[in-house]
C-alpha cells in the first residue's frame, strides 16, 4: 500500500531515529573511557551521566537540520553544514578532518570528497554513521530513501562503499519506520532482503548484507568474525553487522546497543547506525524503544538541531 507522509509525521520518525542514534553514540563512546570497573548494561549499571556524544551525531545534526530546513538533501548546503560546525574534539577521523578543512577553505566538496585516499575517496562508516534519520524521514520511499541518502554521502565519501554503507542505513531506516507505521514488524530475513534490494550488487556492502542474512540466530562471535564490528572504521567492516543487529533487535532498543557493546570495535559507530534504525521502529520512551532514562543521560543536542 502506497502512502504520503506530512511533514510533521516526517520529522516525527527523523527525530526518534536521531534520539537512537545520539543515544546510542553517546553511550557507546563511555566505554572507550578509562574506568576502575566498566559499566555492565546487561545487569543494569550505567556510565556516570551526562554522556557525551562524537562526530557519528554533530554530522546527524547536520543531516536532520537540512531536512528539516528543506525537505531534502542540498549537497553544497551540507558541505558547508558538516564543515562550519565540526568540532574536533568529538573525534572526528584524520581523513575527515582534512575534507572539512578544504570544504571550510573554499574547495568545493567533490573535489575534496575525491582527494582522500590518493584520489580513490573514502569508504569509511562516516556516511553511514549520519544517516538514520534521513531513511526515517523518507519512510514512504525506499527509493528515495537510497537517492538522498546517496546526495548526503557523496558530500564527504567519494568511493562506491561508502556510498553503499550510507544507501544500506538509509534503507534501513525507511523500511524500520514504515513498518512502524504499518505495525507490523518485519522478519529479520525480510528486513535485510529489502535493504539488499537498493544495493549495487557489486559492493562489498552489499555483499556484507547478503552475508548477515545467512548468519542470523548465529553467535555473536561468528557474526563478528565473518562481518567485522567497525574496528577497521570502513563501511564493509561496519554496516553489515550493525544490519544483522537491527534485525535481530528491531524491537527492543535496549539490547540492541548491549549487542553493540558486547562486540567491541568502533562500539559508538555500531551503537549510533543500529540505535537509529531501530528507533525508528520503537520510538522513545516505549516498550522495548529508548528509554528517557538514557535519553535524559545523553548529553543535550545542539540548540540548533534541537
Known amino acids: 500500500m502506497s502512502f504520503t507522509l506530512f511533514v510533521d509525521a516526517r520529522l516525527a520518525l527523523a527525530r526518534d531515529s536521531l534520539a537512537g542514534l545520539s543515544t546510542g553514540d553517546a553511550l557507546g563512546a563511555q566505554f572507550f573511557l578509562p574506568r576502575a570497573a566498566p559499566p555492565d548494561l546487561a545487569g543494569g549499571v550505567l556510565p556516570p551521566a551526562p554522556w557525551e556524544w562524537t562526530d557519528d551525531t554533530e554530522m546527524a545534526c547536520s543531516v536532520f537540520a537540512e531536512l528539516a530546513h528543506s525537505g531534502g538533501i542540498n549537497p553544497d548546503r551540507l558541505a558547508l553544514a558538516f564543515a562550519g560546525r565540526c568540532s574536533p574534539r568529538r573525534g572526528y577521523g584524520v581523513g575527515a578532518m582534512s575534507i572539512l578543512r578544504l570544504i571550510r577553505t573554499g574547495t568545493p566538496w567533490p573535489l575534496a570528497a575525491a582527494s582522500a585516499f590518493d584520489g580513490q575517496g573514502s569508504c569509511g562508516n562516516g556516511a553511514a554513521m549520519r544517516v538514520g534519520p534521513l531513511g526515517a524521514y523518507f ?168
Open 139 to 306: 519512510a514512504d520511499s525506499t527509493a528515495r530513501a537510497a537517492a538522498q541518502a546517496r546526495a548526503s554521502a557523496e558530500v564527504t565519501h567519494a568511493h562506491p562503499e561508502g556510498i553503499a554503507g550510507a544507501v544500506a542505513v538509509a534503507v534501513a531506516a525507511a523500511l524500520a519506520a514504515r513498518a512502524r507505521l504499518d505495525g507490523h514488524r518485519p522478519t529479520p530475513e525480510r528486513l535485510l532482503a529489502g535493504i539488499a534490494a537498493r544495493l549495487d550488487p557489486g559492493t562489498e556492502v552489499h555483499r556484507s548484507v547478503n552475508r548477515a542474512a545467512a548468519l542470523l540466530g548465529r553467535p555473536l562471535d561468528r557474526v563478528v568474525a565473518e562481518l567485522g564490528n567497525g574496528s577497521r572504521v570502513t563501511a564493509q567492516d561496519t554496516v553489515g553487522f550493525t544490519l544483522w543487529v537491527a534485525a535481530t533487535h528491531l524491537d527492543d532498543y535496549p539490547a540492541t546497543i548491549q549487542r553493540c557493546v558486547q562486540a567491541g570495535g568502533d562500539l559508538d559507530t555500531t551503537a549510533a547506525i543500529a540505535g537509529a534504525i531501530v528507533a525508528a521502529y520503537t520510538g522513545v520512551g516505549t516498550p522495548g524503544g529508548v528509554p528517557e532514562s538514557w535519553l535524559s543521560a545523553r548529553e543535550p543536542l545542539p540548540t540548533w538541531a534541537a
